[in-house]
């Protein structure tokens, strides 16, 4: 690519409005993963430019589930803004997102650095705290279609995050029964274990990524593990709740 700034540029504007746009991909069919990847990068750092401050990361497609949702197989990253947080419990505005849909997930708070090869062991020990959480994913491309260069350089779809009470890194987070509802009706059922069998090996494979854009997982970062089960559309009016054993509920709801 010859010029991954403008597409950067376009990627970012689509967020900062809530504009839809075509694919890269179809324009340029020749872009690749990396090229993706830095596309994301350079997206985020005008917004980091406008006073967003970087959070945390999040993994997608960590699930099978996931992968056939949106039809990948591969295993991509994002990066979480301070600007994307929503309060547990609060209430959004559907006019921020394109395609907006929600996932659960289970959040990892940092009390250390990790970056590289790391073990379960070695992820863990860097653990503050552990907690239930939703996502909120939002493909700004034309009818929620896209190629995997697509999806990464649009910060892999993260678009907000709403982060349950957090508990003691102690509590083994491997296969916690998930129920998320809408509107108070069971949508998805699920267990964490479709996080890679353990979201623990989610955090690990997160340390691993981002050591190969030479960078770390902060002290004081959330990183979310990936979604457990398939997402479900918002729409107006809908209150969205996590129930996650263990961990307890997380919830926030979307503007009539």
Known sequence: MSDLAKLAEVVDEA???ATEIAQLSIA?????????????ALSLARRYARGERRVGMKMGLTSRAKMA?????????????????VEEGAVVDIARYVHPRVEPEVAFLLKAPLAGRVTAAQAMAAV?????????????????????????????????????????PDVDVANLGIAMELDGQVRQVGSSAAI????????????????????????GW?????????????????SV????????PVSFSVAG
């Open 128 to 168: 503050a705290a552990v907690a239930p959480a939703l996502e909120i994913i939002d493909s700004r491309y034309k009818d929620f279609r896209f190629a995997l260069p697509d999806v990464v350089a649009d910060n892999s779809s993260s678009s907000g995050f709403v982060i349950g009470g957090w508990r003691s």
């Open 15 to 17: 967020a900062r409005t």
């Open 241 to 248: 709740r996590l129930t996650m054993q263990h961990l307890g």
């Open 69 to 85: 949702q949106v039809g990948v197989d591969e295993m991509i990253w994002g990066r979480l803004t301070d600007a994307m947080q």
């Open 196 to 219: 890679l069998g353990d979201p623990v090996r989610s955090l690990v494979a997160a340390a691993r990524l981002v050591a190969q854009w030479g960078e770390r997982l902060e002290a």
């Open 28 to 40: 340029h069919p020749d872009l690749t993963v990396d090229d993706a990847y830095a596309i994301q």
């Open 222 to 238: 959330i990183v979310l593990a990936g979604g457990a089960t398939a997402a479900e559309p918002l729409a107006p009016g809908v």
